[in-house]
């Protein structure tokens, strides 16, 4: 069974424009959720979708926003990037009613 | 809101010796579970234990094992017979009942292995 693929692994944008990553779970699960990895703020939640609905949601600004596609593919976006969103974004993905979430390798943004 | 806390940001140990890693959180829902993720040079997040807070007995996977304190809200991992790849960040994670996968992780102990 695939595991969690987050693509690309690598990004390099500039200030002010905007990125979007992309995660696709283990087959067959409905849940994935996305945070956010910083040396200064650790590992922080941004939010999660199961069903193409988001359910949870961090305390991340509006700039940070994602969806879900009905085979489950995740994707996030942020707009106007900033020199802090430099960071690792992961995503998990996790099955029905499971407690355990599957991570992907992540996808190492960094602006300039 | 809830808080987890890792008080030792590095931790080091002697191949086949035991460490404990420590662990507190802060919440006030009675129904919840508390993780052990490792992540190692690789940056992939990976499960290492699962405690049901609804479970007195102490989770153990092979050579974890945790220390599940419900009253004090304490939570630490005891890794026995250490070897050189369980060198890695270790993120202590709280997750609410019924609230969908939404994780709260501490700040992380960096742990090595020596041989």
């Known amino acids: 069974k695939a595991g969690v693929t987050q693509t690309p692994r690598y990004l390099i944008k500039t200030r002010g424009q905007q990125v979007t990553l992309s995660c696709s779970p283990i087959?067959?699960?409905?849940?994935v959720s996305w945070y956010q990895q910083t040396p200064g703020q650790g590992l922080q939640f941004l939010f999660e979708?199961?069903?193409?609905?988001?359910?949870n949601k961090g305390n991340f600004p509006g700039r940070f926003s994602g969806r879900q596609f009905s085979n489950s593919r995740s994707e996030m976006n942020v707009s106007t990037l900033e020199l802090g969103d430099s960071a690792l974004y992961l995503c998990?993905?996790?099955?029905?009613?499971?407690?355990?979430?599957?991570f992907g390798q992540g996808t190492r943004l960094t602006v300039v | 809101a809830q808080t987890v806390t890792q008080s030792q940001p590095e931790m080091s140990v002697q191949e086949a010796e035991t460490v404990t890693l420590s662990c507190t959180y802060d919440?006030?829902?009675?129904?919840?579970?508390l993780f052990w993720y490792k992540q190692p040079p690789s940056r992939q997040m990976i499960l290492v234990i699962r405690?049901?807070?609804?479970?007195?007995q102490n989770a153990t996977e092979n050579r974890f094992s945790v220390n599940f304190q419900k009253a004090a809200k304490s939570f630490s991992l005891k890794i026995s017979d250490s070897q050189l790849g369980d060198t890695a960040m270790y993120f202590c994670?709280?997750?609410?009942?019924?609230?969908?996968?939404?994780?709260?992780f501490g700040p992380g102990t960096r742990l090595s292995v020596l041989p």
């Open positions: 919440t006030s829902e009675n129904n919840y579970y």
């Open positions: 405690q049901e807070a609804y479970k007195q």
């Open positions: 979708y199961f069903s193409e609905t988001q359910r």
């Open positions: 998990a993905s996790s099955g029905h009613e499971s407690t355990e979430a599957f």
């Open positions: 087959s067959g699960h409905r849940s």
């Open positions: 994670a709280f997750m609410k009942l019924n609230y969908g996968q939404n994780f709260v």
